[in-house]
């Protein structure tokens, strides 16, 4: 591209910055590395500033690399079609090595089992669903189709991948939270017929393992994130601790087990009872509650349990309820999703002297306020004020999860707005 350009960037992000440089944008750029992190004041931070100083310089006026100035990588080289032959041991080596699992034996992609996995939908091999971040590489239905053999899924499975994926494609936000330092993981809720068609678990155990279809889909989501998005930890995705859940998590919600009036989440989302959807969650971690929420005292303390998500204000939380304290919530006067939803909007809050003390605070409730989301006068209450832990109740998002056998609410803090797509397109 011919214009001389160094990147400043700290210790941790160097392989990142490369990657990005390198395998999106076809640059050799040359870094100055600062320690990490970047957040000091005083003497302390000058003397930093002037070491980035000297390196720009250094770095800029440096001898060109192999007699080229500024050299541009190609990237335009292409995987081979067949990527290996030989045993299944050789096939796992070969996957490992190329860094196209999660870690795990996967089921090695036939030109076989992708013809049968391909009669699960009647679009074309080569159709693009989208550009998957964070490489923002093609998605095709073939591809797709592939990682989801790797996964163990089967033909029935297909057309929820193939919607996943465009749900993921279409969400612009996932872009740069895919390559934070943040754990987070992707929380996939599947509704409407096709969930029991392919035996999908929403009741007992629907969050742990034992059921193909929920452990194989949300694993072959995390795969098309590695394989079609790129992204491998500690090159892209610098998620510090990292999160279990980025293995798979997929089920489907218990609409059966729904108290009469309680509607299933896709069709308070405006889709058709008898549609199949799925919606992509963008999710940290949950607290566990296990209350009946029968009395006000334990509806308290599911309230304290989300104050204490200080995370939750971004763009709300994912409330999993089980059926038992479902159906206890109708007895309290809760009779519809709404109504549970606004008491929680109403009862969960925090002080201003709290939210002050989050960088929340600065980047989303001052410039909401400025921009009329949040009422004005919370800039001019007192430290031991209250406000809403949400802008509005529509970021309480409620799904009914579980066997009924217990008393469980899973709270998940969630950040960007929820990306939802039509399962029956791509049947």
């Known amino acids: 591209m011919g214009i001389p350009t160094v ?23 040359r870094n100055v590395v600062v320690e990490h992190p970047v957040t000091q004041t005083g003497a302390v931070a000058t003397e930093k500033a002037q070491g980035i ?32 032959r030989g045993t299944l041991n050789e096939v796992q080596d070969t996957f490992q090595k190329a860094c196209w699992t999660d870690g795990l034996p996967v089921m ?14 009647r679009h074309k091999p080569d159709e693009v669903i989208g550009f998957m971040p964070l490489q923002l590489w093609p998605a095709t239905v073939e591809k797709v189709a592939i990682n989801g053999i790797m996964a163990g899924c089967r033909p029935g499975h297909l057309p929820v991948l193939l919607a996943g994926i465009e749900a993921y494609t279409k969400e612009k936000d996932f872009l740069s939270s895919l390559a934070s330092a943040s754990s987070f993981a992707f929380v996939h809720v599947v509704n409407g017929p096709i969930a029991q068609e392919i035996g999908m678990n929403s009741g007992m155990n629907a969050l742990g393992p034992g059921n193909v279809s929920n452990a194989s889909i949300g694993r072959a989501f995390r795969l098309c994130v590695i394989n079609l998005g790129g992204v491998t930890p500690g090159m892209n995705d610098m998620s510090s601790q990292g999160n279990p859940a980025k293995y798979s998590l997929a089920f489907a919600e218990n609409e059966a ?16 009872p008898d549609e199949s959807v799925i919606t992509v969650f963008h999710a940290w971690g949950y607290r566990s509650c ?37 159906r206890t919530l109708r007895t309290v006067g809760m009779t519809t999703k709404e109504h549970f939803r606004e008491w929680l909007y109403k009862e969960a809050r925090q002080t201003i002297e709290y939210w002050k003390g989050t960088p929340v605070w600065q980047y989303r409730v001052k410039p909401e306020v400025l921009d009329g989301i949040w009422p004005r006068e919370y800039l001019e209450l007192p430290p031991d004020a209250t406000i809403p832990m949400f802008s509005n109740s529509k970021q309480i998002r409620i799904v009914v999860l579980g066997g009924g056998t217990g008393n469980g609410v899973t709270v998940w803090n969630t950040s960007y707005s929820p990306s939802s797509a039509s399962i029956d397109k791509w049947r």
């Open 53 to 84: 100083i000297d390196g720009l310089v250094a770095a800029l006026s440096a001898t060109p690399v192999d007699g080229k100035e500024w050299p541009v990588v190609d990237v335009t080289k292409k995987s081979p079609r067949i990527a290996v």
């Open 108 to 121: 090695p992609p036939t030109e076989e089992s992708l013809e049968e996995m391909l009669t699960g939908t």
């Open 7 to 29: 990147a400043i960037v700290t210790a941790p992000f160097v392989k990142a910055a490369q990657n990005v440089a390198e395998g999106i944008e076809g640059m050799a750029v």
């Open 257 to 272: 087990a729904s108290p009469p009036g309680w509607q299933p989440y896709h069709v308070e989302m405006a889709h058709a």
């Open 290 to 326: 296990p209350v009946r929420l029968g009395t006000p005292g334990e509806l308290k303390v599911l309230v304290k349990e989300i104050e204490s998500l200080w995370a939750a204000d971004e763009l709300g939380i994912l409330v999993l309820v089980d059926p038992s304290p479902a």
